[in-house]
T-cell receptor, first 112, second 111 residues
Framework: DVKVTQSSRYLVKRTGEKVFLECVQD?????MFWYRQDPGLGLRLIYF???????EKGDIPEGYSVSREKKERFSLILESASTNQTSMYLC???????????FGPGTRLLVL | SQELEQSPQSLIVQEGKNLTINCTSS?????LYWYKQKYGEGLIFLMM???GGEEKSHEKITAKLDEKKQQSSLHITASQPSHAGIYLC???????????WGAGTKLIIKP
């Protein structure tokens, strides 16, 4: 069975802190994605990766960075968290184009 | 305006009634995905449509793709409380891996 896991379900951080969100998939998928989800805005792509050590900016990369050192793991980093980064963060993985994207359970981040 | 418009934004339906959610793209559709999300959780894949006129069903949920209209509809027959949640459509509109997403439709089922 397909599985995408995220390191935390809920996270509370202070403004200025460095935040790491980790995502692991067990399907040997090439492609992994980080989205944020905010009410009324749907899913917005932050970054995606199509291979180990490869990354591409999505629609809203500002304030974020990513790391993909191993195929199964894709990390999202908030270098200096700000209150406008309070959101639901969703990780997904996909084998190839026009394949199914599988999502993790999400991390709800609150930045105070 | 969004490239992928979902309507309605929210829907309250009496249990047992039918309902339809629409997803309209401003660009040519190469593929259209439907997902369901329980509040505060991740997305669960429902169906994917690729060809114009294609129709897929799973239990009481049917999705159709109208390629000419660049639109997909999701129809639920005889709604149940388990159908409640947020329904999102995602579309592949070019040859890369990215999906664009609708804002979601919040479905509430009244007992």
């Amino acid at each position: 069975d397909v599985k995408v896991t995220q390191s935390s379900r809920y996270l509370v951080k202070r403004t200025g802190e460095k935040v790491f969100l980790e995502c692991v998939q067990d399907m040997d998928h090439e492609n992994m994605f980080w989205y944020r989800q905010d009410p009324g805005l749907g899913l917005r792509l932050i970054y995606f990766s199509y291979d180990v050590k490869m990354k591409e900016k999505g629609d809203i990369p500002e304030g974020y960075s990513v790391s993909r050192e191993k195929k199964e793991r894709f990390s999202l980093i908030l270098e200096s968290a700000s209150t406008n980064q309070t959101s639901m963060y969703l990780c997904a993985s996909m084998l190839g184009s026009l394949e199914t994207q599988y999502f993790g359970p999400g991390t709800r981040l609150l930045v105070l | 305006s969004q490239e992928l418009e979902q309507s309605p934004q929210s829907l309250i339906v009496q249990e047992g009634k039918n309902l339809t959610i629409n997803c309209t793209s401003s660009k040519t559709l190469y593929g259209l995905y439907w997902y369901k999300q329980k509040y505060g959780e991740g997305l669960i894949f429902l169906m994917m449509l690729q060809k114009g006129g294609e129709e897929k069903s799973h239990e009481k949920i049917t999705a159709k793709l109208d390629e000419k209209k660049q639109q997909s509809s999701l129809h639920i027959t005889a709604s149940q409380p388990s159908h409640a949640g947020i329904y999102l459509c995602g579309a592949v509109v070019d040859s890369n891996y990215q999906l664009i997403w609708g804002a979601g439709t919040k479905l509430i089922i009244k007992p």
